[in-house]
């Protein structure tokens, strides 16, 4: 007999919607998971993960809602299929995967941002340099 397995979660960052938009696709081709369904309008998407030897493929959904111009609400849903066989292997996988897509989206938008404050920071100096060499 098979049923699912479901694990939520609900998270708010400070990031902006679009910015985690563009940070999902990244994140999880770390993990070889693909895209099912995506809607940009509604920041909405379907991920399907990978299985394994008695190991079904999860499937995650994931909704993203804008709070303020800065932070986004992530609402993670995730479900796989287990038998009476496999339940004792699965458990927790769910919850182990969204929990993974998790920190690598988190460390991804670390790198971004520190990329991005870098390269502002770069682009002051080099004005500054500009501002001092016109101005004696």
Known sequence: ?????????????????QQLWEGIP???????WTVEESNKEK????????????SYPSIIKIILVPIDNKTTRMLIA????????????????TRE????????????????TTATTNQNKTTETETEEKKTKNNP
Do not use: C
């Not at 479901?6 to 960052?13: G, K, L, Y």
């Open 43 to 54: 920041y909405t998407l379907t991920i399907k993960t990978q299985g394994a030897f008695l």
């Open 1 to 17: 007999m098979a049923y699912t397995r479901e694990e939520t979660e609900d998270v708010e960052v400070d990031y902006p919607a």
């Open 26 to 32: 990244e994140a999880i081709a770390k993990f070889d």
């Open 97 to 112: 995967r969204i929990e993974k897509l998790i920190v690598v989206l988190a460390q991804h938008m670390e790198k971004t």
């Open 78 to 93: 995730g479900e796989t299929p287990v038998t009476t066989v496999t339940s004792v292997l699965e458990f927790r996988r």
